[in-house]
């Protein structure tokens, strides 16, 4: 089991700034990816960012150029450094992990979610 925490939401003006950030803790696993999604009132859970191994980091369109996720491999974090923000960026924003389980070569992936952390961005 992996166990994911955030850390960093809260209520902001547009045009600010705000960092969340994402520990994993449990068993030790080797990670495919770590990032971000989110979901507004009633709209459907969505892509943010991620970090993905081998691949390089991902950004929804919507927050390219604004957001900024690093990941510390060694540590198992992952950051969210969202700058610009906007009230459409208003959300709770889940910590989302994929891991390895399994022995090579028949390896699989399980995803894990963090319990979401609230993101207010007001006019």
């Known amino acids: 089991q992996v166990q994911l925490v955030e850390s960093g939401g809260g209520s902001i003006q547009t045009g600010g700034s705000l960092r969340l950030s994402c520990a994993a803790s449990?068993?030790?696993?080797?990670?495919?990816?770590m990032g971000w999604y989110r979901q507004a009132p009633g709209q459907e859970r969505e892509f943010v960012a991620a970090d993905v191994l081998g691949d390089g980091t991902k950004y929804a369109a919507s927050v390219k150029g604004r957001f900024t996720i690093t990941r510390d491999n060694a540590k198992k974090t992952v950051d969210l450094q969202m700058d610009s923000l906007r009230p459409e960026d208003t959300a709770v924003y889940y910590c989302?992990?994929?891991?390895?389980?399994?022995?090579?070569?028949?390896?699989?992936?399980?995803?894990?979610w963090g319990q979401g952390t609230q993101v207010t961005v007001s006019s």
């Open positions: 449990g068993r030790r696993y080797s990670f495919r990816s």
């Open positions: 989302h992990a994929e891991v390895f389980v399994g022995p090579p070569p028949n390896l699989s992936l399980e995803a894990y």
